[in-house]
């Protein structure tokens, strides 16, 4: 049974491009969070997803952020006209839908902007 | 509001020693509590996971405590080995469930020297 998978792990980016960052959740798992992780410092809940519907995107910013969870296919955080305060770790995170509330964190994707 | 904290923010002992990490939580009303390691430039493992209702957990030489009145949780690892060292991080959701609102205390770095 595979881990929570992310991919691209490292992703370099100038000014104003955009990034895409991928995320497969664990088999079974229908539940994925995205977590934001600045150089020291903790993690900060970003989106919280289903299949097909944002559960909660309180933690997302506004602008130039947006996820989604397909039917098909792993959850996408895109992030269009990435600035440098955008360099971080995203890191998603998948639970099962029983009720025991663990989560399960893939590797990270390591954005740099230039 | 939730606020997580540990202590101590760094620790730093010889190989062989027995160590205690410490994470406390001013609301009482948790549905778990999760501990972690992250390895530098990694992505979060899950060590321990404690129900609200149970007050400790173990696996192999770890062993974590939980006491929700005093709003504490520790870990304590037996025996220290240098791949012990790691940044240990607790994780609280609310009663309520759901990881979107998960408080992550921003961790204990811990460095055990040969």
């Known amino acids: 049974n595979a881990g929570v998978m992310q991919n691209p792990r490292h992703l370099v980016r100038r000014r104003g491009q955009e990034a895409r960052l991928r995320c497969s959740p664990m088999k079974g798992h229908s539940h994925v969070y995205w977590y934001r992780q600045l150089p020291e410092e903790g993690l900060k809940f970003m989106v919280y997803l289903q299949k097909e519907n944002i559960i909660d995107e309180s933690g997302m910013p506004k602008e130039r952020f947006s996820a989604e969870f397909p039917k098909e296919g792993p959850s996408i955080l895109r992030i269009q006209q990435v600035v440098r305060g955008d360099s971080a770790a995203y890191f998603c995170?998948?639970?099962?839908?029983?009720?025991?509330?663990?989560?399960?964190f893939g590797e990270g994707s390591r954005l740099t902007v230039l | 509001k939730q606020e997580v904290t540990q202590i101590p923010a760094a620790l730093s002992v010889p190989e062989g020693e027995n160590l205690v990490l410490n994470c406390s939580f001013t609301d009482s009303a948790i549905y778990n509590l999760q501990w972690f390691r992250q390895d530098p430039g990694k992505g979060l493992t899950s060590l321990l996971l404690i129900q609200s209702s149970q007050r400790e957990q173990t696996s192999g030489r770890l062993n974590a405590s939980l006491d929700k009145s005093s709003g504490r949780s520790t870990l304590y690892i037996a025996a220290s080995q240098p791949g012990d060292s790691a940044t240990y991080l607790c994780?609280?959701?609310?009663?309520?469930?759901?990881?979107?609102?998960?408080?992550f205390g921003t961790g204990t770095k811990l460095q055990v020297i040969p």
């Open positions: 995170a998948s639970s099962p839908p029983d009720r025991t509330g663990e989560l399960f």
């Open positions: 994780a609280l959701p609310p009663d309520s469930g759901g990881y979107q609102k998960v408080t």
